[in-house]
């Protein structure tokens, strides 16, 4: 059995509320967006981002309900999660929720289920953000003019650069936290959110950037914002790219050739400023010029110094790193060799295994033929190799 680490950050999801506003008829967090609710959605951003304790503050006589939504976004991860009762304000909610941390969390995270469509990696930037004393959270720049009034009358403007607006989740550390939780319950104040609590207990609290699918659903209109952004994603059409390139090199370098991301003890070397694996510069070419990000020149050429002598998986795994922040996955991967030698077919699935895996495990297929004896490849003066590339946009890094 494998013993997995105890995660030292926790997330309460606060999902308390009767939602009022919304006025759907059932506590908001059970309203259903598409085919899952509210709180399931945000339960499947916290979800997919790095693992934590997970706490959901429930509706009072909805804990089944909020235990079975908790179940579903856990998958093999149930052993994390955990569902508490609220309490009459969303901040006795959070304060439920902190009764229920393990011993060894020392960050904690308060999220609120009706930002359901919180993307995962704004979940783990807060998670980063948190240092020494100070909280974290995600803001927005206030886009609107803002104007102060009385009654009927605008009486000035507000500059809107001193603003920002506020989302979810907010970080802490959890002892200073806790205290101020503490402070704020026998004080009787609530605050309108845990930064203003956290802050007014004398703590600094820093801003990263938040997201605008972090929005908070709070009346009908924005329930169909989410339906609108859910749906869009959905039915958009997957319209992959594709990418081509080829690479040439001579015999003459020293050493065992590499080629393929495999050593070929006692086949001639081929030269180049890395170890002139043809093989995997095609690939890095057919994804580079896929995904619009130039060629292997300009990410890995001589101007870049730590690349020489590197092998394939290097080359790949960081091109694999550009593509997928660009907002593509890797459809497969198509490479031919032209040459007389190395003979490809006895080491063909160990070489698309290491290609494959250097690129995070997207299908790579190597095929191979001489040139009947003609030109360079034909004369045995070197290798020839062209890669194709297929790329599709990545829905779940959309921001
Ligand atoms: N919340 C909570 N416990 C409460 C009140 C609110 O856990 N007693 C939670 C809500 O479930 C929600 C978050 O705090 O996820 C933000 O609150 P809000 O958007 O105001 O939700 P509701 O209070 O449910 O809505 P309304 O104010 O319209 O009734
Ligand atoms: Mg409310």
Not at 194 to 215: E, K, N, P, T
Not at 323 to 351: C, D, H, K, L, Y
Request: charged share 15%.
């Amino acid at each position: 059995m494998t013993v997995l680490p105890v995660p030292d950050t926790a997330i309460i999801v606060v999902a308390a509320g009767s939602g009022t506003r919304l006025g759907a008829g059932a506590p908001k967090a059970l309203v259903g967006i598409d085919e899952r609710s509210i709180l399931r959605h945000a339960l499947d951003g916290v979800f997919a981002a790095a693992p934590m304790q997970v706490i959901v503050v429930a509706p009072v006589g909805f804990e089944g309900e909020a235990e079975s939504e908790l179940r579903a976004a856990a998958g093999d991860r149930a052993d994390l999660g955990r569902v508490v009762t609220g309490g009459a304000t969303r901040q006795m909610s959070v304060a439920a929720g902190l009764g229920a941390l393990w011993g060894d969390v020392t960050c904690v995270l308060v999220h609120d289920a009706a930002r359901a469509l919180t993307p995962a990696a704004q979940i783990d930037a807060v998670v980063q953000a948190v240092a020494g004393d100070a909280g974290a959270i995600p803001v927005l720049p206030v886009v609107d003019t803002l104007k102060r009034v009385e009654g009927a009358a605008v009486v000035g403007g507000v500059d809107r650069s001193e603003l920002a607006a506020a989302q979810t989740p907010q970080g802490f550390p959890r002892l200073p936290l806790e205290a101020a939780y503490a402070t704020a319950l026998s004080s009787g104040i609530e605050y309108t959110d845990d930064a203003a609590l956290y802050a007014a207990a004398g703590h600094d609290v820093h801003r990263i950037a938040g997201s605008q699918r972090a929005f908070k659903i709070t009346t009908p209109a924005d329930l169909e914002r989410a339906r609108h952004l859910l749906g869009a994603v959905a039915s958009a059409p997957v319209i992959p790219v594709v990418g081509v390139g080829t690479d040439v090199h001579a015999f003459g370098g020293d050493g065992n050739l590499w080629l393929a991301g495999l050593e070929w003890p006692g086949e001639p070397a081929l030269s180049g400023h890395s170890d002139g694996d043809a093989v995997a510069h095609a690939i890095v070419d057919a994804l580079l010029g896929a995904a619009g990000l130039g060629d292997i020149g300009q990410h890995f050429g001589t101007s870049h110094p730590e690349y020489a002598g590197a092998h394939a998986h290097v080359f790949l795994a960081r091109t694999l790193e550009l593509v997928n922040e660009a907002g593509w996955s890797i459809g497969n991967v198509s490479v031919q060799f032209q040459g007389n030698r190395p003979r490809f077919s006895a080491r063909r699935t160990e070489a698309e295994q290491a290609l494959s895996s250097a690129l995070g495990g997207a299908p790579v297929t190597v095929s191979a033929t001489t040139t009947d004896g003609l030109g360079f490849p034909g004369r045995g003066e070197g290798i020839s190799v062209t890669a194709i590339a297929v790329l599709v946009p990545d829905a779940s890094r959309i921001r």
